[in-house]
Nanobody, 119 residues
Framework: QVRLVESGGGLVQAGGSLRLSCVAS???????MGWFRQAPGKDREFVAG????????DYLESVKGRFTISGDRARNTLYLQMNNLKPADTAIYYC?????????????WGQGTQVTVSS
């Protein structure tokens, strides 16, 4: 069993920054971890992906250059540094873990952390 706990969300003005954290616990978790978000009335969307084995990171086009995903294996923690935030970034942010990106829907998910960006 894998447990993922996100933190770091909050209310910030446009142009501000936040750093989200996702702490993973459990005996085994997959090579792939990612950040996803869901805004009210919208479908969940991929934000950024990370491979513990050193594969390339990837990002939603609209966050490239503003968000950075990283991981600290010693702390079993995944991060999402979010800079120059925009109101359109307002959503609940979730982290997920799975063996590969294609299996993430059936992987482990956290409970989410709310990010609100005011204009």
């Amino acid at each position: 069993q894998v447990r993922l706990v996100e933190s770091g969300g909050g209310l910030v003005q446009a142009g501000g920054s936040l750093r989200l954290s996702c702490v993973a616990s459990g005996r085994i978790f997959g090579d792939y971890m990612g950040w996803f978000r869901q805004a009210p009335g919208k479908d969940r969307e991929f934000v950024a992906g990370f491979s513990w084995s050193g594969g390339p990171t990837d990002y939603l086009e609209s966050v490239k250059g503003r968000f950075t995903i990283s991981g600290d294996r010693a702390r079993n923690t995944l991060y999402l540094q979010m800079n120059n935030l925009k109101p359109a970034d307002t959503a609940i942010y979730y982290c997920a873990s799975s063996p590969t990106k294609t299996t993430v829907d059936s992987g482990f998910w956290g409970q989410g952390t709310q990010v609100t960006v005011s204009s």
